[in-house]
């Protein structure tokens, strides 16, 4: 599907999102949505798929912190500790929600990649990896720790990529002197450092 026709079927969403996000987080929004179609056509898997939740991914995000927890409630999500320490890492499985209520989608793979797009989770999909990759990389991120490297690395060992990305994770959490590490970021890190050979060299 061409940029054109993305548009034309999803220009909707865009023109919403573009209502209820700050004008940062919608261009981030988009920039996550193209970066997504760019690894998924590196890959060879659904560029549509990926192009929808990369511009969906960051629905819930225009809401405050403390709206999270009721809205979880609302929508009957169960809380972790970490969650309730630190309510935004709920956004992503919220936006999952929203991005079936409210945007009309009902695709499971799409929801998915939305819902774990943040702390990412053992075995993930092909197309949970390439949202969860692009939601860090996309072209409009300042620079972050390790950004060129995954830049570079996203394109050519994802598993690699996503490793790398949940280490940053838990050393940014453990720097940041949480007292409780997000559980499915650590078993990200867990998963895929097993997977790539490369936890025993971190």
């Avoid at 760019?38 to 890959?43: K, Q």
């Avoid at 720097?175 to 890190?189: F, H, L, N, Q």
């Amino acid at each position: 599907m061409r940029e054109d026709e993305l548009f034309e079927k999803y220009g909707w969403m865009a023109e919403r999102l573009k209502g209820v996000l700050s004008p940062v987080r919608y261009r981030h929004s988009l920039g996550v949505a193209f970066t997504s179609a760019s690894l998924a056509m590196r890959y060879r898997t659904d560029v549509e798929k990926a192009f929808l939740a990369g511009l969906l991914h960051d629905a819930a995000k225009y809401m405050p912190n403390g709206e999270y927890l009721e809205k979880a409630a609302e929508f009957g999500l169960t809380v972790s500790d970490s969650e309730r320490l630190s309510p935004g890492l709920l956004h992503p499985r919220i936006g999952a929600v929203l991005a079936e209520k409210e945007y009309g989608v009902t695709d499971p793979d799409v929801l998915a990649a939305i819902a774990s797009h943040t702390t990412g989770r053992a075995g993930m999909s092909l197309l949970e990896e390439i949202v969860c990759i692009a939601d860090y990389i996309e072209p409009l991120r300042p620079s972050l720790p390790l950004i060129d490297e995954l830049r570079e690395l996203a394109f050519t060992d994802i598993d690699k990529a996503v490793f790398l990305y949940a280490k940053r994770q838990i050393e940014f959490l453990k720097s940041s002197g949480r007292p409780v590490i997000d559980e499915r970021t650590a078993e990200t890190y867990q998963y895929y450092g097993k997977k790539t050979g490369l936890l025993e060299e971190s």
